[in-house]
Protein backbone atom coordinates (compact mmCIF):
# COMPACT_ATOMS: atom_id res chain seq x y z
CA UNK A 1 0.00 0.00 0.00
CA UNK A 2 2.79 2.49 -1.29
CA UNK A 3 1.46 5.64 -2.32
CA UNK A 4 3.19 9.36 -3.43
CA UNK A 5 1.11 11.18 -1.27
CA UNK A 6 2.07 9.43 1.75
CA UNK A 7 5.84 9.41 0.37
CA UNK A 8 5.45 13.28 0.13
CA UNK A 9 3.97 14.02 3.69
CA UNK A 10 6.80 11.59 5.38
CA UNK A 11 9.33 13.64 3.82
CA UNK A 12 8.25 16.73 5.47
CA UNK A 13 8.23 14.84 9.14
CA UNK A 14 10.82 16.84 10.86
CA UNK A 15 10.55 14.76 14.07
CA UNK A 16 9.05 11.37 14.64
CA UNK A 17 8.60 8.72 17.67
CA UNK A 18 9.60 5.56 16.08
CA UNK A 19 10.18 3.66 19.13
CA UNK A 20 7.05 1.76 18.73
CA UNK A 21 8.12 1.13 15.04
CA UNK A 22 9.84 -2.56 14.10
CA UNK A 23 12.04 -2.14 10.39
CA UNK A 24 11.98 -5.82 10.16
CA UNK A 25 8.06 -5.97 9.37
CA UNK A 26 7.66 -2.52 8.58
CA UNK A 27 4.94 -1.97 11.13
CA UNK A 28 4.27 0.65 13.64
CA UNK A 29 2.41 -0.86 16.95
CA UNK A 30 -0.03 1.14 18.47
CA UNK A 31 -0.39 0.61 22.31
CA UNK A 32 -3.91 0.01 23.75
CA UNK A 33 -4.19 2.58 26.00
CA UNK A 34 -5.32 1.98 29.11
CA UNK A 35 -6.73 3.94 32.27
CA UNK A 36 -4.22 4.49 35.32
CA UNK A 37 -5.20 2.90 38.42
CA UNK A 38 -5.45 4.00 42.34
CA UNK A 39 -4.68 1.84 44.67
CA UNK A 40 -5.36 2.51 48.48
CA UNK A 41 -2.72 3.19 50.24
CA UNK A 42 -0.86 4.57 47.45
CA UNK A 43 0.95 7.32 46.52
CA UNK A 44 1.24 9.56 43.22
CA UNK A 45 1.69 12.70 41.14
CA UNK A 46 -0.68 14.05 39.66
CA UNK A 47 -1.83 16.76 37.86
CA UNK A 48 -5.26 18.11 38.56
CA UNK A 49 -7.68 19.16 35.03
CA UNK A 50 -7.62 23.08 35.82
CA UNK A 51 -11.40 23.62 36.32
CA UNK A 52 -10.96 21.99 39.81
CA UNK A 53 -8.35 23.80 40.83
CA UNK A 54 -9.22 27.11 42.64
CA UNK A 55 -12.74 26.48 42.42
CA UNK A 56 -14.68 26.09 45.89
CA UNK A 57 -18.19 27.18 43.75
CA UNK A 58 -17.52 23.45 41.68
CA UNK A 59 -20.56 20.84 41.57
CA UNK A 60 -17.07 18.60 43.12
CA UNK A 61 -16.17 21.27 45.69
CA UNK A 62 -19.72 22.53 47.12
CA UNK A 63 -21.07 18.29 46.81
CA UNK A 64 -18.09 16.44 47.86
CA UNK A 65 -15.56 18.62 49.52
CA UNK A 66 -17.28 21.21 51.77
CA UNK A 67 -16.87 24.23 49.42
CA UNK A 68 -13.06 23.76 49.21
CA UNK A 69 -11.27 22.88 46.38
CA UNK A 70 -7.32 22.01 45.63
CA UNK A 71 -5.38 25.59 45.35
CA UNK A 72 -2.24 24.21 42.82
CA UNK A 73 -2.24 22.02 40.00
CA UNK A 74 0.15 19.28 40.86
CA UNK A 75 0.00 17.23 44.05
CA UNK A 76 1.71 14.86 45.17
CA UNK A 77 -1.56 12.55 46.90
CA UNK A 78 -1.61 9.30 49.23
CA UNK A 79 -4.99 7.72 48.25
CA UNK A 80 -7.25 6.90 51.20
CA UNK A 81 -10.51 5.90 49.80
CA UNK A 82 -11.95 4.73 46.73
CA UNK A 83 -16.00 5.45 45.95
CA UNK A 84 -16.55 4.37 42.37
CA UNK A 85 -14.62 6.74 40.20
CA UNK A 86 -14.03 9.30 42.81
CA UNK A 87 -10.77 8.80 45.22
CA UNK A 88 -10.01 10.79 48.57
CA UNK A 89 -7.10 12.25 49.02
CA UNK A 90 -4.64 13.55 51.55
CA UNK A 91 -2.18 15.98 49.32
CA UNK A 92 0.87 18.11 49.41
CA UNK A 93 1.21 20.65 46.48
CA UNK A 94 4.16 19.75 44.10
CA UNK A 95 7.13 21.56 42.15
CA UNK A 96 7.56 19.11 39.15
CA UNK A 97 10.06 20.92 37.91
CA UNK A 98 12.45 20.75 41.00
CA UNK A 99 10.58 17.83 42.00
CA UNK A 100 10.01 18.81 45.50
CA UNK A 101 7.41 19.37 47.53
CA UNK A 102 5.96 22.64 48.90
CA UNK A 103 3.88 23.89 51.91
CA UNK A 104 0.10 23.76 50.39
CA UNK A 105 -1.84 20.76 51.82
CA UNK A 106 -5.23 20.08 50.73
CA UNK A 107 -7.73 16.70 51.79
CA UNK A 108 -10.76 15.84 49.78
CA UNK A 109 -12.78 13.69 47.34
CA UNK A 110 -11.71 13.73 43.57
CA UNK A 111 -12.81 12.56 40.30
CA UNK A 112 -10.46 9.95 38.77
CA UNK A 113 -11.27 11.32 35.13
CA UNK A 114 -9.81 14.79 35.84
CA UNK A 115 -6.70 13.51 36.84
CA UNK A 116 -3.56 12.86 35.15
CA UNK A 117 -1.23 10.58 36.72
CA UNK A 118 2.33 11.52 35.86
CA UNK A 119 3.95 9.19 38.79
CA UNK A 120 3.61 6.20 41.23
CA UNK A 121 5.50 6.46 43.90
Keep these: MSSEIVKKQLK ?8 NFDPTTNTY ?3 KYSQPTY ?16 NNNSVIATNWNNGTSPQFTCL ?8 GKMI ?8 IINKK ?20 L
Design 12 to 19: KVNWADLS
Design 29 to 31: IIK
Design 39 to 54: NIGKMYIVRVADQLVC
Design 76 to 83: KIYVSKIM
Design 88 to 95: YVDSISYD
Design 101 to 120: DLSLMWSGWLPVENLTQLES
